[in-house]
């Protein structure tokens, strides 16, 4: 069976800054308290205008420049995103006209912060089968617009942004496997409460900030504590590899104890370990996908390189892959 590959990658970040400085003035809290309990030290926050797909269509302009394709080409675009622009149609659509797509198929997929790798194995079987050759798989986010702005439980964690990876067949390496996985006990412990068909909107709703991500981070924070070390050697053991055929991980940034912890339990080097946490905050299911857009931009990911990418998130859910990196197919 043919296998599929990343020929092209690409990030976009909105260019407003926002500190933990700033926030300090916004809710109790301190540049101290963020830096020592999470890692991050600034998000970037789109502004009032931009939508999540305006940040896609400019990672994936990026995606398909380096994969030299032209948008009529594709066959398929995957939107990875809990920030739709709206609930429908799916945002993948709007892409699909705003970049011109003529002939790609387009369809969101929601699986909270693991998303993206969900997307990407997704993507990978409509071209492992033969089915399609060119697929854009795009991880976006607008959480800026769903956050609570009174709540310093939250509104410290996120930021908005996009990736977006170009999915073409190979003869040679590509990915070699997926592992994913939920559990939906734990979906009490990080949601939007009001917007879909059991709490619709009203004035109450909107009176209750319902429209607002809730979390318990405590349960989150265990859950992938555990996930991320079984995860990326689960999925390395269905690749027929072990830790030791590792070069790169590039975990979901959410925090950087839970990012340290996975990097102690697979005893990994600094190096080993892409993290852009600190500049970017978390942005849900685009955090892999600009992670892994960066680490290439930044020349540490190179042809034969294994790299496993790892998430997980609301669902809950995980996601896991495995690639043996060959972009020139
Ligand atoms: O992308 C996937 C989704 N999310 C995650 O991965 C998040 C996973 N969870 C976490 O990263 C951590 O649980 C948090 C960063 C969210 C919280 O860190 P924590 O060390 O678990 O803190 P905590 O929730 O146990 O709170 C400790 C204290 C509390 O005060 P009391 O009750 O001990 O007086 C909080 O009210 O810290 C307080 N606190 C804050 N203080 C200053 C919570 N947020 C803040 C804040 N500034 N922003």
């Known amino acids: 069976m043919r296998k599929a590959t990343i020929t092209g ?43 999540t797909s305006d940040l896609a269509l400019e ?18 675009i995957i ?37 993206f790798v969900y997307g990407l194995s997704v993507g990978a079987q409509f071209i492992e089968t033969g089915l399609y050759n060119n697929v854009l798989v795009i991880g976006a986010e607008s959480l800026s617009k769903i956050t609570d702005w009174d709540d310093r439980n939250t509104c410290v964690l996120f930021g908005d942004g996009a990736g977006a990876a170009v999915l073409q067949p190979t003869e040679k390496g ?10 939906g006990s734990g979906a009490d412990a990080l949601y939007m409460e009001a917007g879909g068909s059991l709490n619709p909107a009203s004035l109450e709703t909107v009176k209750n900030k319902m429209h607002t991500i809730r979390m318990e981070g405590t349960p989150v924070f265990k859950f992938a504590v555990k ?7 689960d999925v ?52 892999v996908a600009i992670a892994l857009a960066e680490a290439k931009e930044k020349s540490m990911i190179k042809n034969g390189d294994r790299l496993v990418m790892v998430a997980f998130g609301a669902g809950l859910t995980w996601a896991a892959t495995v690639i043996e990196w060959n972009e020139n197919i």
């Open 79 to 115: 939107v990875s995103t809990v920030t739709p622009d709206m609930v429908f149609p799916a945002t993948a659509c709007i892409i699909q006209e705003k970049i011109g797509a003529n002939k790609a198929a387009a369809f969101d997929l929601e699986a909270g912060c693991s998303g």
């Open 9 to 51: 990658w690409g990030s976009y970040l909105p260019p407003n800054v926002v500190t933990n400085k700033e926030l300090e003035k916004i809710v109790d809290t301190t540049d101290q308290w963020i830096q020592k309990r999470t890692g991050i030290k600034k998000r970037r926050i789109a502004d009032e205008d931009t939508s």
């Open 236 to 287: 390395l053991k269905k690749a027929g590899l072990t830790i030791d055929d590792l070069d790169l991980l590039i975990p979901h940034q959410a925090n950087t104890r839970i990012i340290k912890s996975a990097r102690r339990k697979l005893k990994l080097t600094e190096e080993q370990i892409y993290v852009n946490l600190p500049e970017v905050g978390n942005t849900s299911s685009a955090s």
């Open 174 to 183: 590509g990915f070699l496997s997926f592992d994913l996985g939920s559990d």
């Open 59 to 76: 990672a994936s302009y990026k995606a398909l420049e380096k994969a030299n394709l032209d948008p009529e080409e594709l066959d398929l």
């Open 227 to 233: 996930t991320m070390k079984r995860a990326s050697l």
